[in-house]
């Protein structure tokens, strides 16, 4: 089993640029792909990025694309989203997921484990 725990959220300005990072303990086989996903109140979880553990390939959402960019370090278990150009639609909780397989997918329910979420609000 996987424990995932984000960090980094807080509120910030329209235009700001913020950093998450989402640090795993007890590694599994079941653990790689990370992904980012993010929640506003009344949405369903939408995917933001994901990552490939051995390779560091990268998947981006269409509308997040050019604008964030997720990176993973292996050897401190730790997967990070830097988010630029904050604007008020991107207000939400931020979760962060793995996965098994070999491929970064899109859908929320693919994903084994979740982390407790980061709460990001972006004030105008």
């Known amino acids: 089993q996987v424990q995932l725990v984000e960090s980094g959220g807080g509120l910030v300005q329209a235009g700001d640029s913020l950093r998450l990072s989402c640090a795993a303990s007890?590694?599994?086989?079941?653990?790689?792909?990370s992904g980012w996903f993010r929640q506003a109140p009344g949405k369903e979880r939408g995917f933001v990025a994901g990552i490939k553990r051995g390779t560091g390939s990268t998947k981006y959402a269409d509308s997040m694309e050019g604008r964030v960019t997720i990176s993973r370090d292996n050897d401190k278990n730790t997967v990070d989203l830097q988010m630029n150009s904050l604007n008020t639609g991107d207000s939400a909780v931020y979760y962060c997921?793995?996965?098994?397989?070999?491929?970064?997918?899109?859908?929320?329910?693919?994903?084994?484990?979740w982390g407790q979420g980061a709460q990001v609000s972006v004030s105008s």
């Open positions: 997921g793995v996965r098994g397989g070999l491929e970064i997918v899109t859908m929320a329910f693919s994903y084994d484990n």
């Open positions: 007890g590694r599994s086989l079941r653990s790689n792909i």
